[in-house]
């Protein structure tokens, strides 16, 4: 009789051990979503929708978290130096409706005279043009959105980099000889931008087109595509 109070006394204390070690974990966990060893999924599971949830995930960066400044929080305007969002990545499509783009003007090998105006035409599919929120307010903001087709609905983009004249230079992500967002509506999914003034150094070039979601994210997609849905052709000024 004592031998079995002995060993229920022991299974409470180890129950009573194990449950304050697993609320602690619990509350590691509330306040920052990387201490989670065993709440953030990897791999498939039904429980990656409970789980995974964007929750606070930048709590930790803000005043009393553990990274405390190190990233500021986002709010809507483009922040240069870091930042943390929350923003879910939201509605995703089908795998047929992923969008596609081709650039029909330029051509690839194409060649313009310094200064000589040109124009970029580009044709994208399966993305409802016209959905472009204010990037001054709205960067990032909001989660991806689809239209009642299934369709995802963002804008555009063309940016013109300069590749070296002799040999081939590394562009840089922060320069461009040109930059123009394509933000209208388009019933056929063709819109152009002029470049009104051409380009001035001479050398070869790549113009290549950015697809984004309505507040600016990239787009979010079902899987990872054999096509990309953004072009890119190069040409020379001479
Ligand atoms: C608590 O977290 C640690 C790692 O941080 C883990 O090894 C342990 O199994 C967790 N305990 C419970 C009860 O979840
Ligand atoms: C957004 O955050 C940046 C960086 O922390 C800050 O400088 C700016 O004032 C904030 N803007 C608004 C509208 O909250």
Do not use: W
Not at 60 to 83: D, H, M, P, W
Not at 98 to 127: H, R, W, Y
């Amino acid at each position: 009789m004592r031998n079995y109070v002995a060993f229920f006394a022991v299974v409470i204390f180890a129950l009573a051990f194990l449950s304050s070690e697993a609320s602690a974990n619990a509350s590691k966990c509330e306040k920052d979503l990387r201490k989670c060893k065993n709440s953030v999924v990897i791999g498939p599971s039904k429980d990656a929708f409970k789980k995974n949830l964007a929750q606070d995930f930048c709590a930790i960066f803000r005043k009393g978290g553990s990274e405390a400044g190190k990233l500021a929080q986002a709010n809507g305007t483009q922040i240069l130096t870091g930042v943390c969002s929350n923003t879910p990545q939201g509605e995703i499509p089908t795998v047929d409706n992923m969008p596609s783009t081709l650039i029909l003007c330029p051509e690839d090998g194409q060649k313009f005279k310094a200064n000589e105006p040109f124009t970029v035409k580009v044709k994208t599919t399966k993305l409802e043009l016209g959905f472009f929120s204010d990037p001054a307010i709205t960067y990032n903001t909001f989660p991806q959105v689809l239209n009642k087709k299934g369709v995802i609905q963002g804008h555009q983009h063309v940016s013109i980099q300069f590749l070296g004249n002799k040999e081939l230079e590394m562009p840089s992500a922060t320069e461009f000889a040109f930059f123009k967002g394509l933000n209208d509506p388009s019933k056929n999914g063709i819109l152009e931008v002029t470049v009104d003034n051409g380009l001035p150094q001479k050398g070869l070039y790549r113009v290549c087109t950015i697809i984004s979601s309505f507040s600016h994210q990239p787009v979010v997609l079902p899987k990872a595509q054999r096509g990309a849905s953004d072009d890119c052709v190069r040409f020379r000024v001479i």
